[in-house]
């Protein structure tokens, strides 16, 4: 059996394995928000009613209560939303007075693209400057670039995006401050190109530094490692050695630490969505929250924790894909 | 490239990963540290100044020698306001890092030490828990229990404890393997004993430093919670709070009303990681990673 059966095989029973996993998670996490959202206080037929609820007889309130299914059991309630949910209808939202799937429809592409931009950058921007870092390790550069990490990683992302929107937007007026556009503007590629500048290098900036710090410590462990040691000792030139054979080993699992990574990149997307006014889906979040609206916001955090199951999912693929040692093994 | 950091050392393969020495992280964080448990400890004991006083002929002045900070659009001055706001964040910050260790310490505990399905479903717990995004776990359960200083400190303290919970797990496993488990055994002790009287003292350390990391974290959580107006009543001055107000006045020009908590901030949270991470390497030199510094 050749080595690409043994790791295609492998990597479907990876997946297969994952996915076991996957399910179950997002069923206890959309239970236990559901559960969580019956335990509040909050009544959603009271807050329907608001102060009509002195006046109003006890069968409207009933027949309310009825119709939307509230006077059921916990359990019974959570299957027909989860019946309902299979279907991407996750209810109304309270707070926006339309369909969830449409307030998440109408904002997730936005977020979506705030996310891979920054997502990118950060990425190139750790691989860059941490590859540069352990390259000239102990020299001031190296430092610099060190010493950055560390405070970038203890600063509030958000605010890093009002120092940004400070300096870029109201003092040197080079940038737009907020916004998908200038007001009355028709969306168009150029104006939000402009508008996603700030957020998108606020939220790529805000995640470098934990890129930059891993790369930089795992060159520096692989340098003494046997094969890096053996290339050097053939001859090979220092670039090459660096590129060809310490970066390549170090990289590895950098692939799982992509998946590990967001859930951080959605709380650092949620910060810097509000500090920019994003028209992306962390305003909703916030409204959700503030106005008990459990239906939308219960939906948006079932959403990010498939998306962090399923970027886990992949990374695993990724690193099966690279690696096929590790399926053999696992 | 001629001075690549192998090239120094060609003998010693080790050279290439030779720490600098801690007394470089050291000595600054637990001065920085110093500097903010005192002002933070003393200040409001010592000096007769009213954080909340309000000077509306002082408003929105830049940092001056009065105002090392400036004055907020109250006249309220940014420095105290930061101290206070500091001993709210940190006291925040240090409730929830306890909840979140104890609670991580008894289910870590009991998984390593009961093992088996036990220990399986609690690891799937903890496995579960991670997958979904901190903040919005905390913005949900403070949706729930309403914004207020408990909602927070409960909010954090069940998102946290998931490390302290994995590292206890692991500690307790390979503490069983030990002979000094098995004499405790073989002495007689009941299971509850040996968890006790000689698994749990053993794992302390460790636990107090994920502790202490937590802490940096659970401010953190606290300021990200303010901010987005989810935290704590806005009357009372915590880092996050005092970031929000500002964001209004950053549009009419006053750029030290946030510059001055954040700095407060990035400050305490560099101090607090650095003698913390000092104090992981000497505790277990193998696992030595630069990711906390």
Sequence with gaps: MDAQVVSDRGVGKLVLRRLGFAVPVLLLVSFALFVLAKASPFDPVERYFGVRIIGASPERVAQIRANWGVDQPVVEQYLAWLRHAVAFDFGDSLSFQQPVSQVIGDRLGWSVLLVAIGFTLALLLGLLLG??????????????????????????????GLAALYVFALHLRWLPGGGLTDADAPVSFGQVATHLVLPVSVLAISQAPWFVLFVRQNLLESFTQDHVVGARSRGLPDHLVVSGHALRTSLLPFLTLL??????????????ETVFSWPGIARATVDAALNVDFALLGALTVLATAVVLLGNLLADVLYALADPRVVLDG | ????????????????????????????????????????????????????YVDLAA??????????????????DVMLRCVYALRVSMTVGLVAALISSVLGT???????????????????????????????????????????????????????????????????????????????????????????????????????LATTLAVPHAVWHETALSFLGLGLPPHAASIGNMINDAQRSLLTGGWWMSLAPGLVLIAATLAVSGVGGVWRDRLNPKRRTELTW
């Design chain 2, 59 to 76: 408003a929105n002045r830049p940092p001056s020698a009065r105002h090392p900070f400036g004055t907020d659009e109250l006249g309220r």
């Design chain 2, 1 to 52: 490239m001629a001075d690549l950091a192998w090239r120094r050392a060609p003998r010693s393969r080790l050279a290439a990963a030779a720490p600098r020495s801690p007394r470089w992280r050291l000595i600054p964080s637990a001065v920085v540290l110093g500097v903010l448990a005192a002002a933070v400890l003393v200040v409001p004991l010592v000096v007769d100044l009213d954080q909340q």
């Design chain 1, 131 to 160: 590859t540069a870092a352990a390259w000239l390790q102990g020299s001031w550069l190296d430092r610099l670039i060190t010493a950055t990490s560390y405070t970038l990683e203890a600063a509030p992302v958000f605010w890093l």
């Design chain 1, 259 to 272: 998946g590990a990574r967001l859930p951080e990149l959605i709380t650092g997307a949620l910060l810097v």
């Design chain 2, 106 to 208: 008894a289910l870590g505990a009991l998984a390593g030490a009961v093992g088996g399905w036990v220990d399986r479903l609690l690891m799937r717990l903890v496995d579960a828990v991670a997958s979904v995004p901190h903040l919005l776990l905390g913005i949900v359960i403070v949706a729930v229990l309403r914004p207020s200083l408990t909602a927070v400190v409960i909010s954090i303290g069940l998102t946290h404890w998931l490390s302290s919970a994995r590292i206890v797990r692991s500690e307790v496993l390979s503490l069983r393997g030990r002979p000094f488990i098995d004499a405790a055994i073989v002495g007689g002790s009941s299971r509850t004993r040996v968890l006790v009287r000689h698994l749990l003292p053993n794992v302390a350390p460790q636990v107090l």
